[in-house]
């Protein structure tokens, strides 16, 4: 048995004294990011509480007096009392029961009545219509009001807006125009409601795979939620992962295939298929 004639000696630390400032400083740098931490998770939630609440209160305030005062008469207490959720129950009431109506022959004529009264009013006819296109334009069903998302080269030479082709262009604006014009819609950060109206030449817009949901949240998060590029991630899984052609959807139709693509997915012949029917060859 041999003894270690030499053990390993560690050598001490040598710590050096902190200065008393910078230990301050220390103390002041992590209760303000403390401070900033808490801002940046309490603002969120208090904001969207207090949203919500106001706009509980201010729904439920449209039809809540009328509703707690007819209750009052008829079950006889005082007016005062007051129901919170009655009246926004009673707004829910009222949307579906009108939509019901409208849906049937006879409500659907009512209110084609109505309509036709209220588009004779002036000036009320210019509000009444333009609310309710844009209605129409969001809430209708089976709208697409936005069918396929874009990019255009906007607001000046070299930089690119995401936009969405919503339709083409017709009327007194294509008359005046040489080339093919479709309408694109370029929405605004992180406000996707409002934007801008552009009338594009067809061969400039270029045309994306991304879905219009994927390119939304894009837009919302002002470019930090990037959408996953479908073919890369196809290249990376194993052959019997990829997808069947049968369970692709369904074939764009001409009317939106706009412009130019980044990637050319058409499948280049080589010159052995080129030359091997004779008669083509000819």
């Known amino acids: 048995m041999t003894d270690r004639l030499f053990r390993p000696v560690r050598a001490k630390r040598r710590t050096l004294p902190l200065d008393s400032s910078r230990k301050g400083d220390d103390w002041r740098r992590n209760l303000r990011s403390s401070f900033i931490t808490g801002l940046l998770i309490l603002i969120p939630v208090v904001a969207t509480v207090y949203i919500l609440y106001q706009?509980?209160?201010?729904?439920d305030g449209l039809l809540g007096g009328v509703i707690n005062r007819l209750l009052a008469e008829i079950f006889g207490y005082e007016a005062t009392v007051r129901i919170p959720g009655l009246g926004l129950l009673a707004l829910l009431l009222l949307i579906l029961g009108t939509g019901a109506a409208a849906r049937n022959y006879l409500g659907r004529k009512i209110f084609e009545i109505g309509d036709n009264l209220?588009?004779?009013v002036p000036l009320v006819n210019r509000i009444y219509m333009t609310?309710?296109?844009?209605?129409?334009?969001?809430f209708a069903e089976r709208r697409e009001f936005l069918k396929k998302a874009v990019l255009v080269e906007f607001p000046k030479e070299g930089s690119y807006c995401l936009g969405f082709y919503t339709q083409d262009t017709r009327g007194e604006i294509q008359d005046k125009m040489e080339s093919d014009i479709v309408g694109v819609f370029v929405p605004t950060t992180p406000n996707p409601t409002s934007g801008f109206l552009l009338f594009v030449p067809r061969a400039e817009v270029i045309e994306l795979e991304m879905p219009i949901e994927e390119a939304l949240k894009l837009v919302i998060s002002g470019g930090a939620v990037v959408p996953h590029d479908r073919r890369q991630v196809q290249r990376l899984a194993p052959p019997h992962l990829w997808?069947?052609?049968?369970?692709?959807?369904?074939?764009?139709?001409?009317?939106?295939?706009?412009?130019r693509k980044r990637v050319s997915t058409e499948v280049s012949k080589s010159p052995a298929d080129e030359t091997s029917n004779p008669a083509d060859a000819r």
């Open 243 to 259: 997808p069947s052609p049968k369970k692709r959807g369904p074939v764009i139709p001409p009317v939106v295939s706009l412009g």
């Open 55 to 59: 706009l509980f209160k201010a729904l």
């Open 118 to 120: 209220i588009t004779r």
């Open 131 to 138: 609310v309710q296109q844009i209605s129409k334009a969001f």
